[in-house]
Every structure is written in C-alpha cells, then in structure tokens.
C-alpha cells in the first residue's frame, strides 16, 4: 500500500496534474432570485442548528435528563444568539481587531464573511449559563448534552468553508491536493475536509458512544471534557495543514492563531475529563436536576 501511495505522489509531483476546485462545480450561492441570494454558508448555520435541536431533543429522552423539553426549546434560542453574536465578535477580536475597530461599521457585515468557531463557543456557554440560571439547572451537565451536538455544526460548516473555495490548506504535494481559485495557483491541502471529517464526524463518533454506549453522561463534565479536548487535538494538528491567516501568520512558538486558541480548549478539557469521576450524579438527592426536567 505505501509503494501504490509513493508511486500517486511520484506521478502527480511529475505531471502537475492535480485536481482544481473549479472542477467540482461548486458555488457559494445555493439560491439566487437576483433581488436575494441564500448561501450555502447561511444554510450550514441553518442545518447545523435544526439538527442540533433534533438530536438533543433525542438525548434528553434518555432517563437521568439534566433539563426537560421546554428548556431544550429556550436553550435553542439563546444558543442561536450566542452562535451568531459570539462568533462574529469573536472574529473580530481574535483575528482583525484592528481592522474593525477602524471601520465599526463593518462588523455587523457578517455576509462578507468573517465567524470564530472558538468565539461561538464563548456565545453558547453564556447562552448556556444564562438558561441554568433562569431555570436553577445544572449548567455543567446542560453543557455536556449540547456538546454532543456541537459537530453537525462543524462538518456542515467546513464543508461549506470548501464550498465557498476559503480557508485552503497549505501547499502540499499529496495526490487529493488541489488548487483554489482565490489562493496562488499552487496546489494545496483541501484541509477544510480534513476538518470536516475530524471536528464532524469522528468527534461526533466518539461523543455518540460516550453517550450512548456508556454512563458518561452521568459524569458532570466528562462529555464536554472530552468535546473540547477531542476538538482541541483535532484543530491543533489540522492547522500544520491548514494556510495561517495572511496578515497574522505564525505567532508565539510557530503556532497558527488557530492553535493558541486551541490550547485552552485542550487544557480545560483535560481538566473536567480528570476531575468528572468526583461529580457522579446518580445515586439519590445528588441530581437536582432531575426533579427540574420533571
């Protein structure tokens, strides 16, 4: 198998032939009526949150439920907030503050482009906070359901990043490289399908069966533990393929902005999958939340 691999990479470094974005067909727009355009962008966000909804609506079925279905449905709206205003603001902030803060007017321009995966984050876990505290639930165990739900999120929207043709990978000579149409012409990792496939699915994968194959959900913050470390290790080592951003580059220790970010996720993780086996909920008058999901 590795002498066929040799052999793709050989052919491919040799004839120059690899496989361009425009060969897909592919276009940002999903709809265009002339007076409006619905982006396939907007309908990742669309998508992710719709099904989201649908399957933690599917967890909190299952007994030992830190909330009932009518805070699921609250929660969705304020998550819904918390995406949107943690995302953007977070862009700003961690990528272009300066930039922003010179023409303000422009951060409200979220169709030009512009999300921070890690700011959304920080949107939904006050969005998250919030919702407990309204309710008197537990904040820690409504993180960890909605952590499952997170990588239909991040699949749709890596794989409208490829779509949209942003957010290319670095140059590489591997036999699935490929030119984009707003990079240099040379031929890069498509690394927005790497991350598709590890944020998305194989995160999915490993949340699906800590949940349903195991007690871990009567761990408070065993899932979300595991969500952020799972998350952080998958993006850390997808930025060595992945092309830093052109006006921050490389910054403290060779690390991609991507990866500085990352590595509170990955710390933090660490923390609440180490420390969960001492928040064991079952057993009687420990699970408060319990009588509120009633």
């Not at 304020?78 to 990528?95: E, H, K, Q, S």
């Not at 092309?243 to 933090?268: C, I, Y």
């Amino acid at each position: 198998m590795g002498e066929v691999l040799d052999f793709l990479i050989a052919s491919v470094a040799a004839t120059g032939d690899y496989l361009r974005w425009e060969q897909f067909g592919l276009s940002p727009i999903a709809l265009d009526l002339g007076f409006f355009q619905l982006r396939w962008y907007s309908l990742a966000y669309i998508a992710g949150i719709i099904l989201g909804w649908w399957y933690l609506l599917k967890l909190i079925a299952q007994p030992g439920s830190p909330m009932a279905r009518r805070h699921a449905d609250d929660l969705v709206f304020y998550a819904t907030l918390g995406i949107l205003l943690g995302g953007r603001l977070g862009y700003v902030l961690f990528y272009k503050p300066a930039e922003y803060f010179a023409s303000p007017g422009d951060i409200i321009r979220v169709w030009d482009g512009g999300m921070s995966f890690h700011g959304g984050v920080i949107g939904v876990s006050l969005a998250i906070f919030f919702m407990a505290w309204r309710h008197k639930l537990s904040w820690l165990r409504i993180h960890d359901y909605v952590a499952c739900t997170i990588p239909f999120g991040l699949f749709f929207g890596r794989i409208a990043n490829f779509v949209n043709g942003e957010l290319w990978g670095r140059p590489g000579e591997v036999p699935w490289a490929m030119t984009f149409p707003l990079a240099d012409g040379q031929p890069r990792h498509p690394s927005q399908l790497y991350e598709a496939g590890l944020e998305g699915i194989a995160l999915f994968l490993l949340l699906w069966f800590l949940f349903w194959k195991t007690g871990a959900r009567y761990y408070p913050g065993k899932l979300v533990g595991f969500f952020l470390a799972g998350y952080g290790a998958s993006r850390f080592i997808v930025e060595f393929f992945r092309q830093p951003d052109d006006h921050l580059g490389l910054l403290w220790f060779d690390m991609s902005m991507g990866q500085l970010l990352t590595v509170p996720m990955l710390l933090g993780g660490i923390y609440l999958i180490a420390t969960s086996k001492g928040r064991d909920v079952r057993g009687g008058s420990s699970d408060k939340t319990t009588d509120a999901a009633a």
